[in-house]
């Protein structure tokens, strides 16, 4: 394991025991946030009150991908770094008792707090699963939309991470998740700062290369919607959070007149 990784889990269980603790979280650190211009508002207070006050005050996203992934209901949907479990619980309504939500975190803290969550809301079409988002515990072609909220600029492989996405999901299925983006380069002073990684901004990808990536993963219909610019010292002349949506395209059937007899 990397020593990033290793910051990125030992931060994220911290911030599970404050929430249990009756403690907001906040993914920022003092290097870039005064008071988190990321992860506040971005659940309605209808959405909010819809799930146990943890699950709310553990929100560490950068969006609110269940509000615009176009969930419906009998879907499968996988939530990469699911956290408190926010997106998970709210995509379950979403898709129903006919549908199943998956949760992927490697964050034992984070994992007990979201599956308490999970039963003070009830959800039995939810299951949070240990591990990580490079390495999802998932057989392939399983889901029809992967989310995911500022969590894929903190991997240290997002190849392997796109690449994992694009497993798991079947045939015509959907990405649609959140993420921290650049546009333009991030200080090199920035880059090495741990503290500013595991707070969402040293490990955003500039745009270009987040597409190359996907496209690089096999995904089609990339598009890439600015949806929060932040304002931080030290930072390129702009950084957003965006909605990132890709497709795994469908299958080519073998009997066509260039691979057929």
Same mark, same amino acid.
């Given at each position: 394991m990397s020593d990033l990784t290793e910051a &990125?889990?030992?931060? !994220?269980? /911290?911030?599970? *025991? ?17 008071? %988190? ?5 971005? !659940? ?51 898709v129903g008792p006919t549908g199943k939500v !998956?949760?992927?975190?490697?964050t034992d803290e984070m994992l007990a707090l ?25 057989? %392939? ?9 500022? &969590? ?14 694009? /497993? &798991? ?18 200080? %090199? ?21 987040? /597409? ?17 610019? !932040? ?20 299958? /080519?059937?073998?009997? *066509? *007149?260039?691979?057929?007899?």
């Amino acid at each position: 394991m990397s020593d990033l990784t290793e910051a &990125v889990r030992e931060k !994220y269980g /911290r911030i599970a *025991s404050d929430v249990r603790a009756g403690h907001d979280a906040s993914c920022c650190a003092s290097a870039c946030c005064g008071a %988190d211009p990321i992860t506040s508002n971005l !659940y309605s207070a209808a959405e909010a009150e819809g799930v146990p006050a943890d699950a709310a005050r553990a929100s560490l996203g950068c969006g609110n991908p269940t509000a615009v992934a176009d969930l419906l209901p009998g879907h499968t949907v996988l939530d990469l770094g699911s956290g408190g479990g926010i997106d998970v619980l709210l995509s379950a309504k979403r898709v129903g008792p006919t549908g199943k939500v !998956y949760g992927v975190d490697m964050t034992d803290e984070m994992l007990a707090l979201a599956r308490e969550n999970q039963a003070k809301a009830g959800a039995t079409n939810v299951e949070f699963l240990k591990g990580s988002i490079e390495h999802v515990p998932l057989a %392939d072609a399983t889901v029809d939309v992967v989310i995911s909220n500022c &969590v894929i600029n903190l991997s240290t492989d997002k190849d392997a991470a796109l690449r994992e996405a694009f /497993r &798991v999901l079947k045939d015509g299925g959907r990405l649609a998740v959140f993420d921290v983006v650049v546009r333009g380069g991030v200080p %090199d002073a920035l880059r090495r700062n741990v503290e500013s990684w595991v707070g969402c901004i040293a490990g955003a990808l500039e745009e270009s290369d987040y /597409r190359a990536k996907l496209a690089a993963a096999g995904f089609t219909n990339i598009t890439i919607d600015p949806w929060r610019t !932040y304002d931080i010292d030290g930072a390129p002349d702009t950084i957003f959070s965006a909605f990132i949506r890709a497709t795994k395209p469908q299958s /080519r059937s073998c009997c *066509s *007149s260039t691979c057929c007899g």
